[in-house]
């Protein structure tokens, strides 16, 4: 699974390349890194510039959810849909594993990522089990529909 936007490319990547997680570990060097349990296995996702990592995203499965998760673009390569490419081919991979919906969680003040996230068709939502109210409600979930399979398939250059 590839994109392909001018000079940049977005493919998977996989943990046990070294060079991948240095790379990473740059991207993150400001802040900190996201730390994650080796279970569920994450998919992760990056966006080159040449053979320079300009962005990071991740999507895992557990308790038969589809989490996307840590979505970063380097400040000086951000507003050329490169966030917007990463979340596409993660929800579409979530889709080509047999997922019927699409989660992520994120702070209300993240203005940028909620509207965008809000676009695609996700509805904030309080998770089963949670007791929550509008301020603490950070969960967000896209369901699964043809109309949304046809629109990432045109996202991303594939047939319907």
């Known amino acids: 699974m590839t994109f392909d936007t001018n000079a ?20 993150y060097a400001d802040c900190p890194n996201p730390k994650h349990d080796p279970k569920p296995e994450h998919a992760y996702f990056a966006a080159y510039n ?25 400040a000086e390569f951000r ?13 579409a991979y ?9 989660w992520y969680s994120c702070h209300d003040d993240n203005l940028m990522t909620t509207c965008c996230h809000v676009r695609l068709g996700f509805k904030k939502i309080c998770p089963p089990h949670h007791n929550c109210t509008p301020a603490t409600t950070h969960w967000y979930r896209l369901k699964v529909t043809k109309t949304l399979i046809a629109k990432l ?8």
């Open 50 to 74: 040449g053979k320079t990592i300009v962005g990071h995203s991740e999507i895992y499965h557990e308790d038969d959810k589809w989490i996307m998760d840590s979505l970063r673009v380097k």
């Open 153 to 160: 398939n045109k996202a991303n250059n594939l047939p319907a």
């Open 79 to 91: 507003e050329q849909g490169i966030a917007k490419a990463l979340t596409n081919i993660r929800i």
């Open 94 to 102: 979530a889709i080509s594993n047999g997922a019927k919906e699409v």
């Open 8 to 27: 940049i490319q977005i493919r998977r990547v996989t943990s046990e390349d070294a060079g991948w997680k240095r790379q990473f570990n740059a991207l």
